[in-house]
């Protein structure tokens, strides 16, 4: 009853954060549109897990009312990223990409494009998720010692592998941007190379690799690295941001694969 208390608490805290910042400012039907557009998405979940309870499992709901208060909890932050990216995130990422553009710097505007990768991707909350994971079925196979300092070594190291990846697939990106290279020839002969590594790559590495390219395009790494790529061919002449802004998050999701493979190649 606490913990239910607690989290109506909090409910109520956000709905009075709520009303006072965007109806003072004239944002509120601005957001309450985005909170209808977020339960228009959340609607066709709802629906196919309210069949299968009622319909197929024919049991009534547990907690109904930890549920409900969940179910609001989670339209709230969705609606709230969603309003936060368009207000925050894809301005920023935008607006960095054009000023580097114009400032002229390559090594900078390169510096810069690997930063955001690391960064962005070594807090991905889904990847540290399944590094801890990986850690622990590699601790129980006996890939590595059964202890929590190998855990957390394992754990660090595949992390900042991916994020190390997705930095220097970035750098690969804006280079493309820059240079007008065809983006099909990159990513064919990126595909080439994955197959190629795992032909002899350890076999317990190969799922984890697959998946660490499919955990790196989540919450975070996306938002600012699509902003990244569409700012950047907006700003060059002769480059169109439809055709040459987006492709970067495909590099994202490849380059991972292969460097996770060669880590763990290494520690084999």
Same mark, same amino acid.
């Given at each position: 009853?606490?913990?239910?208390?607690?989290?109506?608490?909090?409910?109520?805290?956000? !709905?009075?954060?709520?009303?006072?910042?965007?109806?003072? /400012?004239?944002?509120? *039907?601005?957001?309450?549109?985005?909170?209808?557009?977020?339960?228009?998405? #959340?609607?066709?979940?709802?629906? &196919?897990?309210?069949?299968?309870? *009622?319909?197929? !499992?024919?049991?009534?709901? %547990?907690?109904?009312?930890?549920? !409900? &208060?969940? #179910?609001?909890?989670?339209? !709230?932050?969705? +609606?709230?990223?969603?309003?936060? #990216?368009?207000?925050?995130?894809?301005?920023? $990422?935008?607006?960095?990409?054009?000023?580097?553009?114009?400032?002229?710097?390559?090594?900078?505007?390169?510096?810069?494009?690997?930063?955001?990768?690391?960064? +962005? +991707?070594?807090?991905? %909350?889904?990847?540290?998720?399944? @590094?801890?994971?990986?850690?622990?079925? @590699?601790?129980?196979?006996?890939?590595?010692?059964?202890?929590?300092?190998?855990?957390?070594?394992?754990? /660090?190291?595949?992390?900042?592998?991916?994020?190390?990846?997705?930095? *220097?697939?970035?750098?690969?990106?804006?280079?493309?941007?820059?240079?007008?290279? %065809? =983006?099909?020839?990159?990513?064919?002969?990126?595909?080439?190379?994955? &197959?190629?590594?795992?032909?002899? @790559?350890?076999?317990?590495?190969? $799922?984890? @690799?697959?998946?660490?390219?499919?955990?790196? +395009?989540?919450? =975070?790494?996306?938002?600012?690295?699509?902003?990244?790529?569409? $700012?950047?061919?907006?700003?060059?002449?002769?480059? /169109?941001?439809?055709?040459?802004?987006? $492709?970067?998050?495909?590099?994202?999701?490849?380059?991972?694969?292969?460097? &996770?493979? =060669?880590?763990?190649?290494?520690? /084999?």
């Amino acid at each position: 009853m606490f913990h239910l208390y607690s989290i109506k608490v909090i409910a109520l805290i956000i !709905l009075r954060i709520i009303f006072i910042t965007f109806f003072m /400012n004239n944002q509120f *039907f601005v957001f309450f549109k985005a909170l209808l557009g977020s339960c228009k998405d #959340l609607l066709p979940i709802i629906l &196919v897990i309210a069949f299968f309870q *009622f319909a197929v !499992l024919q049991q009534p709901m %547990p907690n109904v009312g930890d549920i !409900l &208060v969940g #179910l609001v909890l989670v339209i !709230l932050g969705l +609606t709230f990223f969603i309003y936060g #990216l368009e207000m925050g995130l894809f301005p920023i $990422g935008e607006s960095m990409a054009q000023a580097f553009a114009k400032k002229g710097s390559i090594s900078w505007l390169l510096t810069f494009a690997f930063c955001l990768g690391f960064g +962005t +991707t070594v807090a991905e %909350p889904s990847l540290i998720a399944v @590094a801890k994971e990986a850690a622990i079925v @590699a601790a129980s196979g006996g890939i590595i010692a059964d202890t929590i300092e190998s855990q957390r070594s394992y754990a /660090n190291g595949l992390r900042f592998t991916v994020a190390f990846a997705v930095g *220097f697939a970035i750098v690969v990106g804006v280079l493309r941007i820059l240079r007008g290279w %065809p =983006i099909q020839y990159l990513i064919l002969g990126g595909y080439v190379v994955v &197959v190629l590594i795992t032909m002899i @790559a350890p076999s317990w590495i190969i $799922g984890i @690799a697959y998946d660490s390219g499919g955990v790196t +395009t989540s919450t =975070i790494t996306v938002p600012l690295v699509t902003a990244l790529g569409v $700012g950047l061919a907006s700003s060059i002449k002769g480059r /169109n941001p439809m055709i040459d802004g987006f $492709g970067l998050i495909a590099f994202a999701s490849l380059t991972p694969m292969i460097f &996770v493979m =060669i880590y763990g190649m290494v520690i /084999n």
